[in-house]
């Protein structure tokens, strides 16, 4: 699958799709380049409509553009025209700017955005407190970084997770084995809703023992593989998660659901559509938006994909596995994407505080 950008009479907009073609060979996720082509088409939207040169907008053209990220309304949801309006977040404008920062890079290297636009990307900064493990260099010649010169400051939040009750009340809201096992799988085994969509029949190895399969690794796992043929693994390096008994049951209802759909018997991925046309293909993720969307509305509070997988490493942390083992579950590249997991919780911030009140109260 490619992902291009076309003008309002469906001409290929050549610099952008160029610079995604840049993002397919870097081997980047079929999701990270629709996500790209998104916020880019959104930028050269913005400046036609205002007639800006999109290779040299200038100060006040980005400026512009970073503001009205955050004002410009977005579309209603849903057919109520009295619901509020609402307006991007900070986190995603930001999102936005570094991917128009990135395409105005990738513009220079090719000739098409002058030298001055580029400089106006990044600011020089001197970093007075290292993040642990930052070596500054021997005469401290590496504390002067790059910053983002078009960047929102955020209120910096934990990852949210589900409680033990939310959980139940969304797996008791699924209409199909399948519902419920796409639920169970992003909580049990912490994958990306991307690496769920691109998993194929061979990657189940879900018997105790996998040898007749070429695979060594003992007990019922599943492999997370980055393939090219448009799977959708973000992670670089494949990994095996061991998976539960309560996993191994849900796939087993799903497969009698699933045979029961002759058209579905032709495809090797592992989630097809069974009640959708058309019947037998890849389940894609505007299909799951839609049941992420209907749990949500049903349960009464958010319920998105990657809120399982925040759930699955709380669970993990929470329960004093180790951190290398956590990030090796996730297919983290490195140990710092896990600090958003490590935050305390309202009720051990409590038991701290009575435990020393406790032991004064001893003292005395």
Known sequence: MAWVVVDDAFGLHEH?????AGLRARDLSV?????????????????????????DPGFLGLTGFQNWLITDPLPARGPLSDAPARVRSRGSANAVMTSVCEFLRFGFAHGWVPAGVVALLANPKLLRHLPAGFDAGEN??????????????????GYEAFSDDQIERVLNLTRHAQDRFLVLLLLLTGMRIGEALGLRREDMHLLANSTALGCSIEGPHMHVRRRRDGALAKSRFPRAIPVTADLVGAYTE???????????????????????TPLGAPVTYSATKDLFDRLARAAGFPVRPHM?????????????????????????????????YLHAKEQDKR??????????AVLR
């Open 16 to 20: 952008a799709t160029t610079f995604l």
């Open 31 to 55: 999701n990270t380049e629709r996500a790209y082509a998104g916020r880019v088409a959104l930028y050269l939207r913005y400046c036609a409509e205002r007639r800006l040169d999109w290779a």
């Open 140 to 157: 401290g010649q590496f504390r002067q970084v790059m910053r983002p010169a078009f960047r929102f400051t955020e209120v910096e939040r």
């Open 254 to 276: 799903y497969r009698y659901e699933r045979d029961n759909i002759p058209a579905a018997t032709g495809c090797d991925m592992v989630l097809v559509n069974l009640f959708r």
């Open 308 to 340: 399982l997988r925040h759930t699955a490493a709380t669970r993990w942390v929470r329960a004093g596995v180790d951190r290398d083992v956590v990030q090796h579950l996730l297919g983290h590249a490195s140990s710092a994407s896990l600090q958003p």
């Open 351 to 360: 038991d701290a505080v009575e435990r020393v009140a406790a032991a004064r």
